[in-house]
């Protein structure tokens, strides 16, 4: 991997993978001078720019140096990136209030958080005719006290997203009454998509083979933890009205359906022809279509093949058979664990 790819997938890791390639690249000119953008952006948000990008180069120098046994610790006994989000970070976001009004996007790791980010994107621009993304992070868990002052600045509706496991997130979103959709996939393919992210990425361990990084993902030890905690954490909240669970086998297999609930549970008032359009503008080959274009030169990282049962390429016979246990153990009969349909895209 190159160092400017490296940096590109910590850019992306930090701000969003449809902007990262924008902000490395394009805010410079020939003579290494900060530019207007379309939007003819203020001095002083080039000025924040310039000093975004130096962090990020601080943060790549800083991964790089790290032996692989630094670069995961353990926070309220869940392991997280420590290059990307700082025990800091994680005391700082305790005390960040939710609105009301705020929609809070969460999935495990590689359950599909971007395409659930850039469909709700849409419709909130649809509402409320906003013409352009937001530029925020989607990653609360990144912000930092510097970025969380300036979200509690944003105006509303504020659209954020975390990996964190539900203990960790803010307890003001659960009081607050804010919307919070959670993505999850069946574990299968989020094992294989996670491997497959995880290799030559410098802020996490670095992945020695298949064998080793399927063991670690049944023992939860990869970044975020293990992927049935969460499961069973968020198997007890779903009975408020609050929280609302997708998965990325049923939106592949009804996308507009699926737009159509989440705009019902988020009380948006969209029209059929608005539905229609943003489901068309989301599915996997629109998105891999255009992500040159959104996401530049990570774009084969994270639309790699979109498809359900990957996992089968992948999977021996043996893990297979151990990951049906440990499903059976934890899953099988719980809501959550129907929702998913296991026998279908696991069996």
């Not at 610790?73 to 990136?81: I, S, T």
């Not at 198997?235 to 159509?260: A, F, H, I």
């Not at 599915?283 to 040159?292: E, H, L, Q, V």
């Not at 153990?329 to 895209?345: A, E, F, M």
Request: with cysteine; charged share 25%; glycine share 6%.
């Amino acid at each position: 991997m190159t160092s400017r790819v490296a940096l590109l997938l910590v850019a992306a890791v930090c701000i969003g993978f449809a902007a990262a390639e924008k902000e490395v690249d394009s805010c410079k000119d020939s003579e290494n001078k900060w530019v207007k953008d379309d939007q003819s952006c203020s001095k002083d948000a080039a000025t924040s720019k310039s000093r975004f990008v130096d962090q990020l180069q601080s943060k790549m120098q800083r991964a790089q140096a790290l032996r692989d046994e630094d670069k995961l610790y353990r926070y309220k006994g869940v392991l997280y990136p420590a290059v990307m989000c700082p025990e800091e970070h994680l005391r700082a976001l305790e005390h960040l209030q939710a609105r009301h009004n705020d929609i809070l996007l969460v999935a495990y790791p590689k359950c599909g958080f971007n395409w659930i980010f850039g469909v709700v994107e849409k419709m909130v621009a649809a509402t409320t005719g906003a013409d352009t993304p937001s530029k925020m992070p989607p990653l609360m868990e990144f912000f930092g006290p510097e970025l969380l002052k300036v979200v509690g600045q944003s105006p509303s509706p504020r659209v954020l997203g975390t990996h964190l496991h539900p203990d960790n997130i803010p307890p003001s979103f659960y009081t607050s009454k804010a919307k919070i959709l959670v993505m999850f996939r069946n574990p299968k393919d989020t094992l294989v998509s996670m491997y497959h992210f995880s290799k030559n990425n410098p802020v996490v361990p670095s992945v020695k083979s298949w064998e080793s990084f399927y063991g670690q993902f049944m023992t939860g030890d990869v970044p975020w933890g293990s992927y049935f905690e969460h499961a069973l954490a968020w198997e007890q909240r779903l009975s408020s009205p609050n929280v609302m669970v997708v998965t990325y086998e049923e939106l592949q297999q009804d996308l507009e359906r699926g737009v159509r609930e989440m705009s019902q549970f988020f009380g948006f008032r969209l029209t059929e022809d608005q539905l229609k359009n943003i489901s068309e503008q989301s599915t996997f080959s629109a998105m891999k279509d255009n992500s040159m274009e959104t996401h530049g030169n990570v774009a084969h990282v994270i639309f790699r093949k979109g498809e359900v049962g990957d996992w089968r390429s992948h999977f021996t016979a043996e893990q297979s058979t151990e990951m049906d246990r440990v499903f059976n153990k934890h899953l099988t009969g719980t809501r959550l664990g129907d929702q998913l349909n296991y026998q279908l895209h696991c069996q």
